[in-house]
């Protein structure tokens, strides 16, 4: 069986809908002759006459009737399945977005960031998914909508990214560490013992390759997957670590923070989705949000 020319239900909306092939024409930006052999396809289509001359004009059939709304609407149908989508209508949007970071964002940015979609969209929810790895397959598989972090040479390079915020390295000890009573030099932060975080199970850092550079090494009492696990394990022991500054200054409250007495580079979060979102209107409202949220200085 041959498939149907769906095209044809355009042209016969028109003829429907003008009663006449020369207005038909018009409408449709085609020359009458053009009309007219694209009614007897439909006429064979249909295997009905559809319009029939009667004195100077043509009337349609019983079946072309028949035919005249169902048609009308599969028409509009189709067209606005097929134009661009719009904004949507925040204050009838109901949807649930999954959000998936690292230690230190939710306690940071997500106050400021629920309250901003409240005000904006009340119907919408987050749910923020613990980043306790580096594997990004989740915003391919479509389990979660939106991801922060820095892109590295690890990440899939089919994901969209969309940069946040600038942040920097400090130093964090507990309240009381001797580190927190004098000048801190290279040699005196190489000398305490260290938590290292790495997600990728790596055994040295951006510290450690720093003063390497100083001709100086630490030793590294423990490694953890995540800053929160770093902070509390130096909130109750006399165990240095380095956080990015702003992720973590929530995290930080109580404990004593300080310039690392080595140059690291500044890092950039950023956020990520998959390609597949970038026309989705909500999608792209969301990002926005969360691109002003960070964006802001007090928003942390």
């Known amino acids: 069986m041959t498939p149907p020319d769906f095209n044809l239900l355009i042209t016969l909306d028109a003829l429907l809908s003008e009663g006449s092939v020369a207005s038909a024409a018009r409408r449709l930006h085609l020359s009458p002759s053009a009309m007219s052999r694209a009614l007897a396809r439909l006429r064979d289509t249909t295997g009905d006459p559809l319009l029939v001359r009667s004195g100077r004009g043509m009337v349609p059939t019983p079946r072309a009737l028949q035919l005249r709304e169902s048609v009308a609407d599969l028409v509009q149908q189709v067209e606005s399945a097929l134009r661009p989508a719009t904004a ?10 999954a959000l998936r970071c690292s230690d230190g964002f939710v306690e940071n940015f997500g106050p400021a960031l629920l309250a901003r979609l409240h005000a904006q969209a009340p119907g919408v929810r987050l749910r923020f998914v613990q980043k306790s790895d580096l594997n990004d397959s989740a915003l391919q598989q479509g389990r979660v909508d939106l991801e922060t972090g820095v892109v590295t ?27 927190s009573q004098q000048d801190i030099t290279p040699q005196r932060y190489a000398a305490g013992q260290h938590i290292l975080v790495s ?9 450690d390759e720093a003063l390497q550079l100083l001709g100086l090494s630490r030793q590294i009492a423990c490694f953890v997957g995540g800053f929160a696990t770093a902070l509390a394990l130096v909130r109750d022991s006399d165990l240095i670590t380095a956080v990015p500054e702003r992720h973590t200054r929530q995290l930080r409250a109580g404990l004593h923070t300080f310039a690392l007495p080595v140059a690291l580079p500044q890092i950039t979060v950023s956020m990520q989705w998959h390609p597949r979102m970038d026309a989705d209107p909500a999608h792209r409202w ?13 928003a942390s």
């Open 286 to 298: 969301l990002r926005n949000v969360l691109a002003e949220v960070c964006g802001e200085p007090d």
């Open 199 to 207: 997600r990728r199970e790596q055994e040295t850092g951006l510290v």
């Open 88 to 97: 949507p209508d925040l204050h009838t949007l109901t949807r649930t977005f």
């Open 153 to 179: 040479v690890h990440t899939r390079p089919d994901l969209r990214t969309r940069a946040l915020f600038r942040d920097h390295f400090v130093g964090v000890v507990r309240l009381g560490h001797a580190l």
